[in-house]
């Protein structure tokens, strides 16, 4: 038995000294109680040979049993020895994965002091560069000095082993020094920055609090200035369609074109839209907050998916645009910054949604229902596809670089679905699967402010390319107002139906604490181009307060992480072992 203590407080662990490190094991009770007060999950079942560990950021440790190699993140290292399994419990170097996760063991006293190390990342960028500063604890810097061309800031309650000078000379900062002084259980860091001539400083919000980040600028005359407080939870970024001023619908042109009759509405300003599918094919939106300006129509159309098309102003404040389908076809409704686009598909479709809302302007967006009684699901012969690699699962994270998509109190959907996307690998590839993503950071697939469909395309290639078994989009939802809310799984070929459903189907017995807002059809590009099975999945709404509130929570990301692992296991069955040839 031994006592380690984390931020003042004490837990009892059963280790033991091995060699120079030391051995816990993965059942223990206090190591246990450890992992969950860092906010770390663990995957590992009997008779698996790898076990992860996976931190809040995220960042995953990864162990093999017997091999005394292991990888943190990007970085792969030697433990002090090779995990092992002995009488059904698994031994691990306790040491290395908290030196892994941020900490460096200190004995004092008899017990072990886990001493919070602070990393120091520079990224500079020609006269310009921002500091990053993190640690396992919450981090608050304080200026103590600011004189000639040094800053010094200093950091209680963590310790460093970093290297004491680092000479930069880039991006506005010669120097960094770095002391470390207290004691193993109040250790202090101060941190000076030597500046280039004529750089100035400023500290900069933190995405949370165990961030501490700087702005150096090369250019004029050196200042410090405090930061404005970090962006709070609740104001919601996120903006609303304005309905006072005067919208206007100005023009309404239709044509057949060879993917369907198209109808672009075009909007002066912020509107937002719903649009319902009746049972006898008819389907209309009306763009709400807008006045007609164009001619109201009511025409005969002979389009194949179409017999008319009317337009009218149906209230004071809202223009409808209804169509009569000639069957159960697909609208695609496309909103844009300029107004609404709408396709009607001239094929049947099998499911579809009978609703769905959303809005033009700035912030366009668009949702729909999910799809209910009244369609048939007639599953079509499925194409043959034959995966190249068939062990080999291609995710997507959503967004990226440029592209933030949707964004609410400091937190970006290109950020969350890398989160989960690499939370997700983690678990596939304990399973056996070879994992690739379109993107492992936080940049553009195809180039910085591309167009949406080289982007996309992009990822598509990554898919195609590699002749993956699966591909599987992660996304989180925006929404103009707050009520929309919950989970939704989009499909589009037939070959990606029961991919959809089996993914779905765990994510809505997950227990989530989302709404399960169906399987829905939607010619998502990602989804149509891809030649193997696909989904994107829609997690939860950053502008819902309680789905926001899920987001936040590490242990949330991880569960719909494993709840679409398990849905592709239910999919796919078991990966091929590694040359056995193509299932
Ligand atoms: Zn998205």
């Known amino acids: 038995m031994s006592q380690v203590v984390l931020e003042g407080q004490r837990i009892a662990i059963h280790a033991g000294a091995q060699g120079n490190d030391a051995v816990v094991g993965l059942h223990d009770v206090g190591f246990k109680t450890l992992l969950s007060r860092l906010g770390i999950s663990t995957t590992w079942g009997a008779g698996e040979r790898y076990i992860l560990f996976t931190t809040p950021e995220p960042k995953i440790i990864s162990f093999a049993l017997g091999d005394v190699r292991y990888d943190a993140g990007e970085v792969s290292g030697q433990a002090g020895f090779a995990p092992y399994e002995r009488g059904g419990e698994v031994y691990l170097p306790f040491y290395t994965l908290l030196r892994a996760v941020g900490f460096e063991p200190k004995i004092d006293g008899g017990e072990t002091i886990l001493q919070s190390q602070v990393e120091v990342d520079i990224q ?275 967004h990226g670089g440029s592209d933030a998509g949707a964004q609410r109190g400091g937190l970006s959907e290109k950020t969350l679905t890398l989160d989960i996307s690499q939370r997700l690998r983690a678990l596939l590839i304990v399973r056996g699967w070879q994992v690739q993503l379109t993107r492992t950071t936080d940049i553009d697939v195809y180039a910085p402010n591309d167009s949406a469909k080289e982007e996309l395309q992009a990822r598509v290639d990554v898919a195609n390319n590699t002749g993956a078994r699966l591909f599987v989009s992660v996304h989180v939802n925006s929404f103009v107002n707050d009520a929309p809310n919950g989970t939704t799984t989009y499909y589009y070929k037939t070959e990606d139906r029961q991919l959809a459903q089996a993914v779905h189907d765990r994510l809505t017995s997950a227990n989530l604490g989302t709404k399960d807002d169906g399987i829905i059809k939607n010619n998502f590009y990602v989804v149509v181009h891809t030649a193997m099975p696909a989904i994107l999945i829609e997690t939860a709404f950053l502008s819902n307060p309680n789905d926001f509130a899920l987001l936040q929570s590490s242990a949330w990301l991880q569960r719909i992480a494993k709840a679409i692992a398990d849905g592709i296991g239910e999919y796919a069955g078991a990966p091929v072992a590694a040359g056995s040839g193509q299932r």
């Open 124 to 398: 500079s960028r020609g006269q310009a560069a921002r500091v990053l500063m993190h640690a396992g604890v919450p981090l608050a810097g304080r200026l103590i000095a600011s004189s000639g061309n040094r800053i010094v800031y200093q950091f209680d309650g963590v310790g460093s082993t970093l290297e004491r000078t680092r000479r930069v000379h880039a991006g506005g900062i010669d120097e960094i020094r770095i002391e470390q002084s207290g004691s193993v259980r109040a250790p202090v860091t101060r941190v000076t920055f030597v500046l280039s001539d004529g750089a100035n400083a400023s500290e900069m919000p933190s995405e949370n609090n165990h961030d501490f980040q700087l702005a150096i600028n090369g250019g004029r005359g050196r200042q410090v200035a405090a930061a404005t407080a970090a962006p709070a939870p609740s104001p919601s970024p996120v903006e609303t369609a304005s309905p006072k001023s005067v919208v206007a619908v100005t023009a309404v042109d239709a044509a057949q074109s060879q993917d369907g009759f198209s109808v672009r509405i075009a909007v002066s300003g912020n509107a937002s839209f719903e649009w319902h599918r009746l049972l006898d094919n008819r389907w209309y939106v009306d763009i709400h907050g807008a006045t007609l300006q164009a001619p109201p129509r009511d025409e005969t159309q002979t389009a194949p998916s179409v017999t008319s098309l009317r337009v009218h102003q149906v209230s004071g404040d809202s223009v409808r645009v209804a169509l009569t389908l000639t069957g159960p076809k697909l609208v695609d409704v496309n909103p844009g910054a300029d107004g609404l686009t709408l396709l009607a598909h001239n094929e049947d479709d099998d499911m579809l949604a009978r609703s769905g809302s959303g809005s033009i302007g700035g912030n366009a967006v668009a949702t729909a229902a999910p799809t209910s009684e009244g369609w048939k699901f007639k599953p079509a012969p499925a194409k043959t596809y034959v995966p190249t690699n068939p062990r080999l699962i291609v995710l997507d994270p959503g």
